[in-house]
């Protein structure tokens, strides 16, 4: 079993920036991918950003040169460094991590952004 606990949203002003922590504990093994996901009110979860243990990155073409992922030097962590933020990415977003077949989620972190 894998824990994944989030830290790091808040209320920001559009153009302003925050940075999501996602730390990881459990069962982890060495080759993983972790990620980012979001869900706003009344939509779908969907993808913001992901990166393998070899450091292989993917974002979503709405998040591309404004948010960069990356993770820590233990591996079992992964950030989302959130910058020129707009009132559309207000959402909650969740931390995954995907082991072989396996898929972990961690319970959230409500970003809103307003002024």
């Known amino acids: 079993q894998v824990q994944l606990v989030e830290s790091g949203g808040g209320l920001v002003q559009p153009g302003g920036s925050l940075r999501l922590s996602c730390a990881a504990s459990?069962?982890?093994?060495?080759?993983?991918?972790m990620g980012w996901y979001r869900q706003a009110p009344g939509k779908q979860r969907e993808l913001v950003s992901t990166?393998?243990?070899?450091?292989?990155?993917d974002y979503a073409d709405s998040v591309k040169g404004r948010f960069t992922i990356s993770r820590g030097n233990a591996k079992n962590t992964v950030y989302l460094q959130m910058n020129s933020l707009k009132t559309e990415d207000t959402a909650a977003y969740y931390c995954?991590?995907?082991?072989?077949?396996?898929?972990?989620w961690g319970q959230g972190t409500q970003v809103i952004v307003s002024s």
């Open positions: 995954n991590m995907k082991l072989v077949t396996l898929s972990f």
């Open positions: 459990g069962n982890i093994f060495s080759i993983n991918t």
């Open positions: 990166i393998t243990s070899g450091g292989d990155t």
